[in-house]
Nanobody, 124 residues
């Protein structure tokens, strides 16, 4: 199992920005799709963004399109999420995860395991 460590969350005012980072261990990082998900207590995890193994393809949830940007650095085994124009409804625990199949990133979220996540809280 790939080890995942999310960081960069915090408390920010509406309209502000945060940059989340996900550090992943594993020799196969450069060959798997990576993505970001978020979860609010009492609700299921929600797909946020995904990027294929080489960064050529990117997909966003409609709720964050135009505000968030996903990127990856295969040399560092990291995937980042730049979040701009944050809204209170973006408040959630953010997780990263990966899959061999890029298309599964937004079609299913039943991953085997998750990291600790990083909390993003946006005040109004």
């Amino acid at each position: 199992q790939v080890q995942l460590v999310e960081s960069g969350g915090g408390l920010v005012q509406a309209g502000g920005s945060l940059r989340l980072s996900c550090a992943a261990s594993g020799r196969t990082f450069s060959s798997v799709a990576m993505g970001w998900f978020r979860q609010v207590p009492g609700k299921e995890r929600e797909f946020v963004a995904a990027i294929n193994y080489n960064g050529a393809y990117i997909r966003y949830a409609d709720s964050v399109k135009g505000r968030f940007s996903i990127s990856r650095d295969n040399a560092k085994n990291t995937v980042d999420l730049q979040m701009n124009s944050l809204k209170p409804e973006d408040t959630a625990l953010y997780y990263c995860n990966g899959n061999q199949n890029y298309y599964k990133m937004w079609t299913m979220t039943a991953f085997a395991s998750w990291g600790q996540g990083t909390q993003v809280t946006v005040s109004s």
